[in-house]
């Protein structure tokens, strides 16, 4: 299987453009230490959810992504868009979902089939959204991630994946879990050695 960097295929632009109409982000504590000084600093309103909670990865709940609200935050998107410009802490998220639904919805994603088995599986990660988009298909993608409608991310430059197309429910129902076969995961490495040989020698992009 042969996978080339169309991302123009794939629905994916280069830019930072999109930010500032992100609703929500998915942020790495343990990369970016600063995220709780920043949630006190914006007030009790600000809300977040541990995506680990109430799943079988409950025991690392404290260590796992946070599901954030961004609720035009500006300081706060700032701070995040700077910091991941640094280090790979997570993602914007654009979704008509509820917080509470959007929560449900992705700690869902978390687990996904892996040949025999089940295996948690970190999406939201920036060096895994690239291959991820490119090798899954528009149905998986509306399947999986029922009611989003876009990421946005840092890898290199920043980039938008559309996911779904307007007419999407804005509530979702059962999640269909992906099954990634070998095949699949084999695509997806090659897809990042690809974008890493291709960006290798490139300078970052950091707005759009």
Known sequence: MQHTLDLVQADITQSA????????????????PDITQWLYEEGTSARSIPLFSDTPYQSLAEEGPLLIELAERTQLISRIKSASQRFSIGCFIQSGLSFEALA??????LTINSGQNLALFRFYEPRMLLPLMMVMSTTDKQHFFQGIN???????????ASVANASSPSQHSDVIRWTMTAQQGEAMQQVLTQWQQSTAHSPSVHSG
């Open 17 to 32: 453009a999109r930010i500032d109409s992100a609703q929500y982000a998915i942020i790495e504590p343990l990369l970016c």
């Open 104 to 109: 449900d919805l992705l700690a869902e994603c």
């Open 150 to 160: 876009s990421f946005i991310w840092f890898d290199k430059q920043w980039l938008s």
